[in-house]
C-alpha cells in the first residue's frame, strides 16, 4: 500500500512538470500514431464506403418496390376501366326492372363477385345506378332509402373525372372511419353517367403492400394524394408529429424524387420519396428508415475496430507513463535540492525547470508591487467610507489623536492643516433635458462627481470628494492654517458650476462651510453645510451660499400659511376633480413663495399640505400603508428640490392614486345598489314599478340610479322593466291558455296598453303572435 501512495504521489509531482509533460506526449505519439492512423483510416474509408454502399442499395431498392405497388395499382385501375366499357354496364340497366327480372340481377351480382375476387386489393365492389328511387348492388340488390346514402352515391356519379381515386367516408360504415376508393362512371363510353362502379380497397392488404416500401421492423410509409392528403400510411408505432414531420420535410424538397435524413428522438432516418402516376392524379410515397437499421451488418465490425484501436491506445498510455517517469527521475532530484519548503507549493511547473528558481525570486517582487498598487487605488473609497462614518457619529468615542492617527495612515497630511467642507447639489432636474430620469438619480450624481474630481485636483493638494447619491456631492478640503482659500474656492465654484450646465443642463447650488482645525469638529461641517443650504432661493439658478459669512438671523422670516387655500385644496380632492385640484396646490405654492423663496420656508409648507391630505385620506377609510404600499412619502417629498417636482409629485403619487382607489370602492357599491334593485324588479314586476320607488329600495337618489343602471347594465331603466315584462309575456303566451287580458295584469299592464307596447316591441299583436308560435 505504501508503494502504492508513494507512486502515485511521483506521478503527480512528474506530470505538472514540462519537461516531463513534452517527453510523455513526444513517447506516446510514437507508439501510438501508426495504430490511431491505420485505426482511422479503416473506419473513415472502408466502414464509411461500406455504409454508403447499403444506403444507397436501400434506395434503389425503395425504388423498385415502388415502382411495384404503382403496377398494382395501375392493374387495378385498368381492370376497373375494362368492367366500366363492359356492355353489360351501358343504357340497358336504365330499363331493367330488377325486382321482375331475377335473373338479370343475379347475373349482375356474379359479375360484381367476380370483379371482387379479381385482385386481392379489392374488399369490396359496388355498382350504384342513380334512378329516381336509387338503387346499390354491393354485390346483393339494394334500394336506396337513407338521404345521406344517396347523397353520397350521387356526388361520385356527379363529378367531372369518369374515374378517380378518393378517400370517403361511407355513410353506412360510419363506425370504420374513411375509406380508399376507386370509382368509374358507366356507361364508360359516352356521357351522361346514369351509375358508378365503386371498389373499396381492403385497408390491411394495402398496408401489407405498403410495407415493403420499409423492410425492417421499424420505419413509416406514407402515401399521399395528389393533394398531398395522406391515403394510407403504414406508421404503426410512431407519433403522428413524427409523420406530420416527416411530410412536411418531403413537400419542402420540391422535388418529385430523392431522398434525406431526417434526425428525430435522437434517431437518425433515411427518408426516400418519389412520385406514382394514378390515372387521376400524381401521387406521392414517403418512406423513412432508421439508419441503424440499414448499416446494422456494420456496426459489429465498426465497434471492433474502435475497441481494437481503443485499446492499444491505453496500452501505449501505460507504457509511455512508466517510461518517461524513469527518464524524468534525475531532472526531479535535481529540481527537489533547489525547491525545498514554501518555495516548491508555489512552483509553476508549466515553465522550464532550469528557470524555476530566476521565475521565483523575480515572482516576489512582482506580487508586492501589485499589491501596492491594489491599495493606492483604493485609498480613495477608504477616505470616503471614514468621513461618512464620521458624518453618521460611528467615530464619536474616539480621540483626537485617534482620528488624526487613522487619517494620516490612509494618506492625509494633518500638520499644521485647516478643513473645510464644500456641498455640491444639482437642481432644476424636472425642466431639464434629463426630465424622465428622476428616478436614476445616482447615475446622475456619478456624473457631477467625475466632474468635481477633475476640477478639484487644480486647486487644491488635498481633496475628498464624497457621493451622497441624491444630486449632491461633498468636497473635503485639507488646507494649510495661514491660506486664504477665498479665491480659490470661487474659481473653483465657478468652474464647476458651468461644467455641470454644459454637459448635465442642470443647476447647481453650492454651500461653502466654515474652517475649523480639530479632527473631532468634522461632522459639524456636514451639519452646517445641511442647514445653510436650506437658505437656498428656491428657484431654478445657479447659487452659492458661503457659511463664512452668511447671516442665519431667524427673525427676518414671518410665518405666513394659506389656510384658505389648503382647504380649497381638500374640498377639490373630495370632489375627485384632478385639474382643479392641480390648480389649487399651484396657487398653494405661489402664496408661499409670497413669504420668501427660499427653501427654509417652501419645503415645510409643502410638507404640512401632504400631512393634511394624507388626514384627509385617513377620513375616508383608506389607509396610507393600503395607498403607498409602505413608503416613506414624507421622506420622498422632503428630498425634492424643485417647485414643479413637487407639485408633480403630489399629484402623480398622491392625489391621482387616492382618487382611483376611491372611484373604484365607489363603483363596486353601485354594482351592489343596481343589483338590489334588479333583484327587486325581478320580484315585483307585476306590480306598478318606478325609477323613484326602486331609489328607495337601494338607498340613493333617482338620477343616480339611473346613470348607475345605464352605465353597468348598458340599458336604460324602462327599457330593462320593458324587456322584462316582454319575455315573461311571451313565455305566458306560449305556455299557457290564459286569456291575453289576465296575461296583460300578471305582467303589470292594462289591457289596451299591453297591446300596444307587445306590438312595439315584438311586432305582432299578442293574439298574432301565439297563433304564429303554435303553427310552428
Known amino acids: 500500500m505504501r508503494k502504492i501512495k508513494l507512486l502515485s504521489s511521483k506521478k503527480g509531482i512528474s506530470w505538472r512538470s514540462r519537461y516531463f509533460r513534452g517527453n510523455f506526449i513526444l513517447i506516446l505519439f510514437i507508439a501510438s500514431f501508426p495504430g490511431i492512423i491505420l485505426g482511422f483510416c479503416l473506419y473513415s474509408f472502408g466502414i464509411g464506403k461500406v455504409e454508403k454502399e447499403l444506403t444507397g442499395a436501400h434506395e434503389d431498392q425503395i425504388v423498385d418496390r415502388a415502382i411495384n405497388i404503382s403496377d398494382q395499382l395501375e392493374y387495378l385501375e385498368i381492370s376497373m376501366s375494362h368492367w366500366a366499357f363492359d356492355p353489360r354496364f351501358d343504357y340497358s340497366l336504365m330499363d331493367i326492372n330488377f325486382v321482375k327480372d331475377f335473373l338479370e340481377t343475379r347475373d349482375i351480382s356474379k359479375k360484381l363477385l367476380i370483379l371482387q375476387g379479381s385482385n386481392p386489393l379489392i374488399d369490396k365492389v359496388e355498382l350504384y345506378l342513380d334512378h329516381e328511387q336509387p338503387l346499390l348492388f354491393n354485390p346483393n340488390y339494394n334500394i336506396i332509402q337513407e338521404q345521406k346514402e344517396k347523397l353520397f352515391y350521387h356526388s361520385i356519379v356527379e363529378t367531372t373525372q369518369s374515374i378517380q381515386w378518393n378517400r370517403l367516408q361511407k355513410p353506412s360504415d360510419e363506425n370504420d372511419g374513411a375509406q380508399l376508393i376507386l370509382s368509374h362512371h358507366i356507361p364508360g363510353v359516352s356521357r351522361p353517367a346514369f351509375g358508378a362502379i365503386i371498389l373499396t380497397i381492403d385497408e390491411h392488404k394495402l398496408l401489407q403492400l405498403l410495407e415493403t416500401l420499409t423492410p425492417y421492423n421499424e420505419g413509416v410509409t406514407i402515401l399521399l394524394d395528389d393533394d398531398r392528403e395522406i391515403l394510407a400510411s403504414s406508421n404503426t408505432n410512431k407519433s403522428s408529429e413524427f409523420v406530420r414531420n416527416l411530410k412536411d420535410m418531403a413537400l419542402e424538397q420540391g422535388a418529385k424524387k430523392g431522398s434525406f435524413s431526417l434526425e428525430w428522438e435522437k434517431e437518425k432516418y433515411s427518408v426516400s420519396f418519389g412520385t406514382m402516376k394514378r390515372i387521376s392524379g400524381e401521387w406521392l410515397y414517403i418512406s423513412a428508415a432508421p439508419i441503424s437499421s440499414i448499416t446494422s451488418p456494420i456496426v459489429f465490425i465498426s465497434n471492433l475496430i474502435l475497441v481494437v484501436s481503443f485499446s492499444g491506445l491505453i496500452l501505449a498510455i501505460i507504457?509511455?507513463?512508466?517510461?518517461?517517469?524513469?527518464?524524468?527521475?534525475?531532472?526531479?532530484?535535481?529540481?527537489?535540492?533547489?525547491?525545498?519548503?514554501?518555495?516548491?507549493?508555489?512552483?509553476?511547473?508549466s515553465q522550464n525547470e532550469f528557470d524555476i528558481i530566476k521565475e521565483n525570486w523575480i515572482k516576489v517582487t512582482t506580487e508586492s508591487e501589485k499589491l501596492q498598487q491594489?491599495?493606492?487605488?483604493?485609498?480613495?473609497?477608504?477616505?470616503?467610507?471614514?468621513?461618512?462614518?464620521?458624518?453618521?457619529?460611528?467615530?464619536?468615542?474616539?480621540?483626537e489623536q485617534e482620528l488624526r492617527a487613522r487619517m494620516e495612515n490612509y494618506g492625509w497630511k494633518l500638520h499644521e492643516q485647516q478643513y473645510l467642507l464644500i456641498d455640491i447639489q444639482l437642481t432644476g432636474m424636472y425642466q431639464s433635458e434629463l426630465k424622465g430620469l428622476e428616478k436614476d438619480d445616482s447615475l446622475i450624481t456619478f456624473t457631477a462627481m467625475n466632474i468635481v474630481e477633475e476640477y478639484v485636483k487644480d486647486y487644491f493638494e488635498q481633496s475628498t470628494v464624497v457621493n451622497y447619491h441624491n444630486l449632491s456631492v461633498g468636497v473635503f478640503i485639507v488646507a494649510p492654517i495661514h491660506t486664504n482659500l477665498n479665491l480659490q474656492l470661487n474659481s473653483f465654484a465657478q468652474d464647476v458650476t458651468n461644467m455641470i450646465n454644459d454637459i448635465l443642463k442642470l443647476n447647481v447650488t453650492i454651500t461653502i462651510s466654515e474652517t475649523i482645525k480639530e479632527v473631532k469638529k468634522i461632522p459639524y461641517l456636514f451639519e452646517?453645510?445641511?442647514?445653510?443650504?436650506?437658505?437656498?432661493?428656491?428657484?431654478?439658478?445657479?447659487?452659492?451660499?458661503?457659511?463664512?459669512?452668511?447671516?442665519?438671523d431667524g427673525k427676518r422670516f414671518k410665518v405666513v400659511y394659506p389656510f384658505e387655500t389648503e382647504?380649497?385644496?381638500?374640498?377639490?380632492?373630495?370632489?375627485?376633480?384632478?385639474?382643479?385640484?392641480e390648480q389649487l396646490i399651484r396657487k398653494f405654492l405661489n402664496e408661499l413663495k409670497e413669504n420668501g423663496i427660499q427653501e427654509i420656508n417652501i419645503q415645510p409648507g409643502m410638507l404640512q399640505l401632504f400631512s393634511m391630505i394624507q388626514h384627509e385620506i385617513l377620513h375616508s377609510g383608506i389607509h396610507p400603508n393600503e395607498l403607498f404600499e409602505g413608503r416613506n412619502m414624507f421622506d420622498e417629498l422632503s428630498q425634492i428640490r424643485e417647485p414643479e417636482w413637487m407639485v408633480k409629485w403630489i399629484i402623480d403619487e398622491v392625489i391621482a392614486p387616492y382618487i382611483q382607489l376611491l372611484e373604484g370602492q365607489l363603483d363596486i357599491e353601485m354594482k351592489r345598489h343596481i343589483e338590489m334593485v334588479v333583484e327587486y324588479i325581478n320580484e315585483h314586476y307585476r306590480e306598478e314599478i318606478s325609477l323613484e320607488s326602486c331609489a328607495d329600495v337601494a338607498g340613493t337618489t333617482p338620477y343616480t340610479l339611473s346613470k348607475s343602471f345605464k352605465k353597468i347594465l348598458n340599458i336604460n331603466f324602462i327599457d330593462y322593466v320593458t324587456e322584462l315584462r316582454m319575455n315573461k309575456a311571451k313565455e305566458l303566451l306560449l305556455n299557457t291558455n290564459m286569456k291575453i287580458n289576465e296575461i296583460s295584469e300578471c305582467v303589470g299592464y292594462r289591457h289596451s296598453y299591453f297591446n300596444r307596447i307587445f306590438k312595439k316591441q315584438v311586432g305582432v299583436p299578442p293574439s298574432q303572435f301565439r297563433k304564429m308560435k303554435a303553427t310552428k
Open 567 to 581: 382647504r380649497e385644496v381638500v374640498q377639490a380632492i373630495r370632489r375627485g376633480q384632478m385639474e382643479e385640484t
Open 374 to 399: 491594489r491599495l493606492s487605488t483604493h485609498i480613495p473609497q477608504l477616505k470616503e467610507s471614514f468621513l461618512l462614518q464620521l458624518r453618521n457619529g460611528y467615530l464619536y468615542d474616539y480621540s
Open 319 to 349: 507504457m509511455t507513463w512508466f517510461a518517461s517517469i524513469r527518464i524524468y527521475n534525475p531532472l526531479k532530484k535535481l529540481m527537489t535540492a533547489f525547491t525545498v519548503g514554501e518555495a516548491a507549493v508555489s512552483i509553476d511547473h
Open 528 to 552: 452646517n453645510v445641511m442647514i445653510g443650504r436650506q437658505y437656498r432661493s428656491f428657484e431654478n439658478s445657479n447659487q452659492m451660499i458661503n457659511l463664512q459669512n452668511w447671516n442665519k
